[in-house]
C-alpha cells in the first residue's frame, strides 16, 4: 500500500509520471471490465452505515429514473425519515415497512417468523418484476440469522431475478452461504458507538 510519505518525498515530475502510470493500468482495467449484470450486494458487519450506504444506492437508481423497492424487514414499528424523504418519487418508488420493531419488542416468536416470511413474499413480488432495477432488502440478514427466513430459500429467490436486476441485503450476521452468492461484499466494523461508549440514545438525522 502507498503512503503519505513516499509520494511527499517525490518531485512534481516524478509524481506526475507516477500518476500518468496509474492512469494507463487504471485505463487498461475499464476496457477489460465490459461485463454488465445486475448486482447481489450484501451490506454486514457490526459497524453502523449498512442502510445508509444502501440508500445511497436507492438515491443514485433514482437519479437514473430507475425503478426502485425497498422492503424492511425488521424495522417497521416507527415511521423512518426515509420514507417521508422518498415520497417525492412516489411514482418510482416502493417503500414497505414490514417489520414490527425489535424483537425484545416483539417478543414473539412464531409472530416475528410470520412476519418475516410474509415480508418476504412481498419482496419476491419485486425480485421477479423487471421492471425493478434495484430492490433493497433491509435487515433481511438479520431474519436470516435468527431463523425467521431460510438462506436456502432467499438464495432460490434470488435465483429468480432478471439478469439486470441489483438486490441489496443488508444488516449483521450475514450468512456464508449468502457472502459466497454476493457479487459485492462489505463489513461495517466497529470502531466506536456512541450509545455504547457515552450512553447517547438515537438521535433523528443519524439512525432514523
Not at 512534481?12 to 465490459?34: H, L, N, P, T
Not at 417489520?99 to 410474509?118: H, L, P, V
Not at 429467490?157 to 450475514?174: Q, S, Y
Amino acid at each position: 500500500m502507498e503512503t503519505n510519505t513516499e509520494t511527499t518525498s517525490l518531485t512534481a515530475e516524478q509524481y506526475k509520471q507516477k500518476m500518468q502510470r496509474r492512469q494507463e493500468v487504471q485505463a487498461q482495467r475499464i476496457a477489460k471490465a465490459d461485463n454488465k449484470k445486475g448486482l447481489i450486494i450484501v451490506n454486514t458487519g457490526n459497524g453502523k452505515g449498512k442502510t445508509t450506504a444502501a440508500l445511497g444506492m436507492v438515491v443514485r437508481s433514482l437519479g437514473h429514473g430507475y425503478r426502485v423497492a425497498i422492503v424492511q424487514f425488521i424495522k417497521g414499528a416507527w415511521e423512518p425519515a426515509e420514507k417521508a424523504v422518498f415520497q417525492m418519487w412516489e411514482k418510482q418508488l416502493e417503500f414497505h415497512a414490514m417489520g414490527e420493531g425489535f424483537t425484545w419488542d416483539t417478543q414473539d416468536r412464531d409472530r416475528d417468523i410470520a412476519t418475516a416470511q410474509k415480508a418476504w413474499e412481498k419482496a419476491l413480488t419485486f425480485i421477479c418484476n423487471p421492471e425493478f432495477k434495484l430492490v433493497l432488502l433491509d435487515e433481511v440478514n438479520v431474519a436470516l440469522k435468527l431463523g425467521y427466513l431460510q438462506v436456502e430459500q432467499v438464495l432460490a429467490g434470488l435465483d429468480r431475478k432478471p439478469e439486470e436486476t441489483h438486490v441489496i441485503l443488508t444488516g449483521r450476521g450475514a450468512p456464508a452461504q449468502l457472502l459466497d452468492r454476493a457479487d459485492l461484499a462489505t463489513e461495517m466494523t466497529l470502531i466506536k458507538h456512541p450509545f455504547r461508549e457515552q450512553g447517547i440514545k438515537a438521535q433523528p438525522g443519524i439512525e432514523y
